[in-house]
């Protein structure tokens, strides 16, 4: 199978071509480092800017006409409340896979988030209305709507995968274990985070690119599928867990952050789909 996959060189990316690396596909993935070289045969980088899209090409063509397209690109994370997601991103991600999918593409994945549940409390399903409450979730939400419009007129096979949390190598400096780790690197006797009583559902990066690339390579189950453990944790216990496995002691100086305004406190993923896709 011929798969592009977007956004391949960036956190979740990297690790998705890891995985379908393990399989016997023929690999392109966009890149914006136009000197990036191929570190193996099954995968060709190919140059590639979302920011000047144009209308008049054809880029199913252009990327050799894949199979499947893994939609992970996304700009400017992670300013979730940035009108940039609404006011650029949206329009740019949207006329690129009309794009691909007016010449010919049949099969689209594209990776969401669980920001669009809103600040719902509890156990998120697929089956619930969105509710998205800040422009990075909105533009998000709103894409997938476009999407399943167009397959009205274009039809092809769409997954839209919400993605829960997730952490691991090639993370954002800013992210909570980023910083966890920077601190214990620099021997600081004390680690600054928010009360930690907030319970959130993750998975190590490398679980999530399995279930990423599981969920792309079959077509039985499609529409929204959620990524994610199913299980709550609250962010404290992540990091002592995560301290105990790397063997390392740093004192946790809870509530230094307030906690943020654009999640709730409490909600985690039901994985019923993303089981009975795996099991299969």
Not at 12 to 34: C, F, S
Request: charged share 25%; proline share 4%; glycine share 6%.
């Amino acid at each position: 199978m011929k798969i592009l996959v977007t956004g391949a060189t960036g956190f979740v990316g990297t690790h998705v071509i890891n995985e379908l690396l393990k399989q016997d596909h023929e690999i392109i993935g966009t890149t914006r480092k136009p000197d990036l070289k191929n570190n193996s045969d099954k995968l060709i980088y190919t140059f590639f800017n979302l920011d000047n899209t144009d209308a008049t090409q054809n880029y199913f063509s252009y990327f050799n006409n894949p199979d499947l397209l893994i939609h992970l690109a996304w700009q400017g994370l992670p300013n979730y409340k940035s009108l940039f997601h609404f006011e650029k991103n949206l329009i740019t991600h949207y006329s690129f896979l009309k794009n691909m999918v007016a010449n010919g593409l049949k099969n689209l994945v594209v990776t969401g988030t669980c920001l669009e549940y809103g600040m719902r409390e509890g156990c998120l399903s697929e089956d619930m209305t969105a509710d998205p409450q800040n422009p990075y979730a909105l533009a998000k939400d709103t894409l997938r709507k476009f999407l399943s419009e167009f397959q009205k007129k274009h039809p092809f096979d769409l997954k839209w995968i919400r993605l829960f949390y997730m952490y691991g190598q090639g993370q954002n400096p800013n992210s909570l274990f980023s910083q966890l780790q920077t601190a214990l690197q620099n021997e600081d006797k004390e680690f600054n985070m928010s009360g930690g009583e907030q319970e959130r559902d993750y998975l190590p990066v490398e679980k999530l690119a399995e279930y990423v690339v599981g969920i792309s390579m079959q077509n039985k189950i499609t529409g929204i599928i959620n990524c994610c453990s199913g299980k709550p944790k609250k962010i404290k216990d992540l990091v002592k867990d995560y301290l105990k496995q790397a063997n390392a002691d740093i004192k946790l100086n809870l509530g230094y952050y307030p906690y943020t305004d654009y999640e709730p406190m409490s909600f985690w993923g039901n994985d019923k789909k993303l089981k009975k896709i795996i099991n299969e």
